[in-house]
């Protein structure tokens, strides 16, 4: 495709349920990353994909959290036990290359809503 | 420790006033800066970047930021703004520390007045 997508736009659960969140970066793009967003808040940083290396988890709020991605392509954001507090919009952003310089092409991110 | 301020979270013009709207880093060296726009259902698009060479740099949509080193500053302004400028705003910086990593600021919403 043309740009970032993420799947599902919107996602309602009960608090205690896993919930998967989907990312398709822009083809060729060899880093990936993940954002949270809280109500008024900035991009809290989650997890760095690049290429085939070890990815950077260092955002990851809590070990609920977890994300996986196949060589260069889809990544899934897992958070296991869902809390009220996980409530926010997850955000995904690919860029071709490596290096705090290049721009990263955000996907329109999944809203997720816990009970 | 790595940080972004924008101290304004919310700023409203009017159509056609000019506008300024500051950030503020902390990092030892000079970071990539960036500033990105959040439109309404819309995901973030990229404004403009600086790392090095001329500190005043262009962007899209008629945007501009000016990177000052002593301030540790990247302030983003336009000179006449347009209802569509309605918007957020987020300033960041892009850094090395073990890995690639990006800060962003909490924001600054652009309301626009008619």
């Known amino acids: 495709g043309a740009g970032v997508s993420q799947s599902p736009s919107n996602k309602v659960t009960e608090k205690g349920k896993d919930v998967e969140l989907r990312c398709d970066p822009i083809s060729g793009h060899t880093a990936l990353y993940w954002y949270r967003q809280r109500l008024g808040q900035g991009l809290e940083f989650l997890i760095y994909f690049q290429g085939n290396s070890a990815p950077d988890k260092s955002g990851l709020p809590s070990d609920r959290f977890s994300a996986e991605r196949t060589g260069e392509s889809v990544s899934t954001l897992t958070i296991q036990r869902t809390q009220q507090e996980d409530s926010a919009v997850y955000l995904c952003?690919?860029?071709?290359?490596?290096?705090?310089?290049?721009?990263?092409?955000f996907g329109p991110g999944t809203r997720l809503t816990v009970l | 420790a790595q940080s972004v301020t924008q101290p304004d979270i919310h700023i409203t013009v009017s159509e056609g006033a000019s506008l300024e709207l500051r950030c503020n880093y902390s990092y030892g060296a000079t970071p990539y800066l960036f500033w990105y726009v959040q439109s309404p259902g819309q995901g973030l698009q990229l404004l403009l970047k600086y790392f090095s060479g001329d500190t005043l740099v262009q962007g899209i949509k008629g945007f501009e930021a000016e990177f000052k080193r002593s301030q540790s500053s990247f302030n983003l302004r336009k000179p006449s703004v347009h209802w569509s400028d309605a918007a957020e705003y987020f300033c960041a910086v892009g850094l090395f520390s073990g890995t690639y990593k990006y800060i962003f600021g909490t924001g600054t919403r652009l309301k626009v007045l008619a």
């Open positions: 952003a690919s860029s071709d290359l490596a290096g705090g310089y290049n721009e990263q092409f």
